[in-house]
């Protein structure tokens, strides 16, 4: 859900990556390696076949299973790295030369097994960039004198005419030059916007035509539109998510160099090859290739009862030791509902015509603010008027004409070059209304953090060890500002755009291991690029891919099934570990024969693997704020 920048991050160890094998064989080769040992068994001890006829299945079982294994094997010697999957390879090698093939192959079940719990337990990244894809069309309709002709997305030049056609996909960014209707922008801002569209209103590619047909003109090419740059970002994001060391990586990392020293010096006290084999199994490391998976399974399945859904498997090891947590404001840790607090209108103006005026032409607007306005005016029963070339380009506020009077709003850092008697800036956010060219009004207005939102934000650094939280956002400095206090959070950055969020999260997590929550397409890029990403709603199905679990007002409680999924994980691993190295013992001593220590292991491993199921187990209380 994620090396993220070019220098691995301090926080974030190489990665040694565990054996892999396509989902299928996993499977596959599992079921095929456990029926060879059971026709072996029946072969062997119940029709009393020669050793040889028994042991063909077994044949089986290590070349299907064997031969990846050791493929992959001499890549990580090649490479110098010691996974938690090395022994296993060790023990089938020896097992082979030892002719030990009933060994053998209950090695290559346990670790096939293992691989394909982790499978079933992960999911692909490639996810995010599907669902982008899926939100495009292949075709737009360019308007020609005989009618409308379906051309490819490629064919797009600037400046000429196209048709979208109701409830479809906007193609390009442009502008609207007949028709009026309205477009579902929610893809990028995370927010339920209708917006209306009337000649000279923009449009964005990606957005979601409503009941009318609408001809823009495009003003981008589709590669250079809106749309084709989070894309883009979205993708970069994807090709360079973090690999962090999982768990069980970092704990084979001095497992397995021990294992190897335990059997080579039973081996050269005894003179017995049979005993480094005999080590070497019951030092095969279950508990790492299976109770961890089944650790994290369970904690899926709990987030799940609780109302989570997990999209990445692999955060619920690494959410408990993010020590930087990055909020999005609108949305996330507010409403994301702004509302119209004060009209500050000028000499000769009333709150009435003012009001009027600027919902009337706010209905064509993108702003987070057009809907606080909008229903301030219903709320006092004022009328709607007729608007006309209303646009809103960047720099110059939204301007239109209003049943033929020139409105603009816009914020008043556009307006410092003019000799203007504006009240003094107040916290929040706030725009400024023109009627023919003269001041009006002042709004202002307020968005509310909810109610649980400051109690969450204080009580992260005592109970969950944060060292930073920072507010990121793209709503105007003031806004942040105020809210900041009101929740007290000291880091703030405002006006950010999807690109600067990413560049933000991407040097905090070269600092430290990082926590994002936020809703809204624009913030996939900077979710996948932190260690973990949490999305905050199921509005977007992009964002809910991008990150690595989607929570309903829930964070907390992730947080916490994060901690317990880690604990017992770690209980069951090294739990499992200390039995295997008595049991390491006992074999370099020459106590347990090889199959002796393929059943001690099988032991071991279902005591690990019991104790990583409690992790699915209800819990009364997971949250702590």
């Known amino acids: 859900m994620p090396s993220h920048v070019a220098a691995t991050p301090a926080a974030a160890e190489p990665q040694v990556a565990p054996f892999r094998l396509s989902q299928p064989k996993e499977s596959y080769i599992a079921a095929l390696a456990a029926v060879c040992i059971a026709v072996s068994l029946v072969l062997e001890y119940g029709l009393r076949a020669s050793t040889g006829v028994s042991a063909i299945p077994l044949y089986l079982a290590l070349v299907a299973g064997g031969v990846p294994l050791l493929i992959d094997l001499g890549g990580r010697l090649l490479n110098r790295e010691f996974g938690s999957d090395l022994l296993a390879g060790i023990s089938v090698i020896t097992a082979i030369l030892l002719g030990q093939y009933l060994v053998g192959a209950i090695v290559v079940l346990m670790l096939s097994g293992g691989a394909a719990l982790e499978h079933y337990a992960t999911r692909r990244a490639s996810a995010v960039l599907d669902a982008l894809a899926r939100r495009m069309p292949t075709i737009a309709h360019r308007k020609t004198g005989a009618g409308m002709l379906d051309i490819a997305l490629a064919d797009i030049a600037i400046g000429e005419s196209l048709v979208v ?16 209707g309205s477009m579902d922008e929610s893809y990028l801002t995370g927010e339920p916007f209708e917006i209306s569209k009337t000649p000279g209103s923009e449009v964005l590619s990606g957005a979601v035509n409503g009941e009318s047909a609408i001809t823009i003109v495009a003003s981008r090419l589709p590669v250079d ?178 049943a033929g009077q020139a409105v603009r709003i816009t914020g008043r850092s ?57 507010l990121l956002s793209g709503d105007r400095e003031h806004e942040v500002q105020y809210f900041a206090c009101q929740l007290g959070i000291a880091e703030t950055h405002a006006g950010k755009s999807p690109e600067e969020k990413l560049a933000i999260v991407r040097a905090e997590t070269a600092e430290a291991r990082t926590l994002y929550v936020g809703d809204g397409i624009n913030d996939a890029p900077a979710m996948m690029k932190a260690t973990v990403g949490v999305a905050f709603g199921k509005d977007s199905d992009i964002t809910a891919e991008a990150a690595d679990a989607v929570v309903l007002a829930k964070v907390d409680e992730l947080m916490h099934i994060g ?16 039995l295997s190295l008595i049991g390491m013992a006992a074999a370099a001593a020459g106590y347990l024969p090889p199959i002796a220590g393929a059943i001690a292991q099988e032991v071991i491993d279902l005591a690990a693997v019991l104790n990583a199921v409690r992790v699915a187990l209800p819990e009364q209380e997971l949250t702590d704020f």
Request: positive net charge; glycine residues 8%; hydrophobic residues 45%.
């Open 414 to 470: 556009k307006l410092l070059q003019l000799p203007l008697n504006l009240p003094p800036p107040a916290e929040g956010l706030e725009c400024l209304v023109f009627l023919d060219d003269h001041y009006a009004a002042a709004l202002r207005f307020h968005d509310e953090p909810r109610a649980e939102s400051h109690s969450f934000v204080q009580h992260l650094l005592p109970r969950h060890r944060a060292g930073k939280v920072i």
């Open 225 to 402: 539109s809106r749309y084709a740059k989070i894309m883009e970002v979205v993708r970069s994001s994807e090709q360079n998510r973090t690999r962090l060391r999982r768990v069980g990586d970092r704990i084979g990392a001095w497992y397995t160099p021990l294992a190897v020293a335990v059997a080579s010096a039973g081996w050269w006290a005894s003179g017995h090859a049979e005993r480094f084999l005999a080590v070497m199994v019951i030092a095969t490391p279950c508990p790492l290739l299976i109770a961890i998976p089944v650790a994290v399974i369970g904690g899926i399945s709990l987030a799940a009862r609780r109302g989570i859904v997990i999209k990445n498997p692999a955060m619920l090891e690494q959410i408990d030791t993010c020590r930087t947590i990055i909020f999005d404001k609108t949305g996330t840790l507010t409403y994301g509902r702004p509302s119209l607090t004060d009209v500050l209108c000028a000499p000769g103006f009333e709150v009435e015509q003012v009001l009027g005026a600027a919902a009337s032409l706010e209905i064509y607007s993108r702003h987070p603010l057009a809907g606080a306005i909008v229903r301030a005016a219903q709320e006092r029963g004022l009328p709607l008027e007729s608007v006309d070339l209303a646009s809103e380009k960047p720099g110059e506020g939204l301007r239109g004409l209003v």
């Open 563 to 578: 901690r317990r999924m880690r604990r017992i994980a770690l209980q069951s691993a090294l739990g499992g570990m200390t």
């Open 165 to 180: 056609l109701p409830h479809e996909i906007c193609p390009v960014d442009g502008t609207v030059v007949s028709g009026h």
